[in-house]
Structure formats: structure tokens, C-alpha cells
Nanobody
Framework: QVQVEESGGGLVQAGGSLRLSCAAS????????MSWYRQVPGKQRELVAT???????NYVASVKGRFTISRDSAKNTVYLQMNSLKPEDTAVYFC?????????WGQGTQVTVSS
């Protein structure tokens, strides 16, 4: 069974930075895509950034220029470097992994940005 675990969340002041990590473990040959989502209580889960197996990256407009998604294929790990954080970035961030057409989710890590 595939397991997905995030880490790196925390409390930071506006303008600060955090680096989230997500590692997938289990028995599989390759990962199709890895993404970061975020969710605020009472709101719909939002796709923040994604990176495909081909290396293509995409970002939601609100984080462009501030966040960077990257991957380490050998470690089955994806990162989200979050700079110039704003209070509106506060959310639970979830890692999403697609393997052989199946969806796997991490448990989420809390990011809180104070003003």
C-alpha cells in the first residue's frame, strides 16, 4: 500500500518562508504526478501547484512568483518552497500523488501565516 507523508508546516509571520516536503513510499514503479493542495475550513480544496513526470509545473495564479514546486524522483519526494507568505496562504496543505491512475493523499500539514 502506498503511503504519503507531508512535513514542514508551521507558524510563520507574513513575508516569511516555509518549505514543505512530501514523500511517497510503498511498492510502485513510477509516479505520474505530484501536487500540493490546500484547504481552509468551510472552503473547497484548492490545487496550488503540480509537477508531472515529464517535469512540467503549474501554479495557481495567487502563488505565482512566490511558490516553487520541485521533485526528487529518486526519493519519490516533492517539495513546495513557499516565500513571501501572506495571511491568505493559511491553510492545511495536502500532498497528492497519482500512481498508475490511482489517487493517494497525505494527512495534511498546517501552515499558519500571521499578519
Amino acid at each position: 500500500q502506498v503511503q504519503v507523508e507531508e512535513s514542514g508546516g508551521g507558524l510563520v509571520q507574513a513575508g516569511g518562508s516555509l518549505r514543505l516536503s512530501c514523500a511517497a513510499s510503498g511498492t510502485f514503479f513510477s509516479i505520474n504526478a505530484m501536487s500540493w493542495y490546500r484547504q481552509v475550513p468551510g472552503k473547497q480544496r484548492e490545487l496550488v501547484a503540480t509537477v508531472t513526470s515529464g517535469g512540467t509545473t503549474n501554479y495557481v495564479a495567487s502563488v505565482k512568483g512566490r511558490f516553487t514546486i520541485s521533485r526528487d524522483s529518486a526519493k519519490n519526494t516533492v517539495y513546495l518552497q513557499m516565500n513571501s507568505l501572506k495571511p491568505e496562504d493559511t491553510a492545511v496543505y495536502f500532498c497528492h500523488v497519482v500512481i498508475a491512475g490511482f489517487d493517494y493523499w497525505g494527512q495534511g500539514t498546517q501552515v499558519t501565516v500571521s499578519s
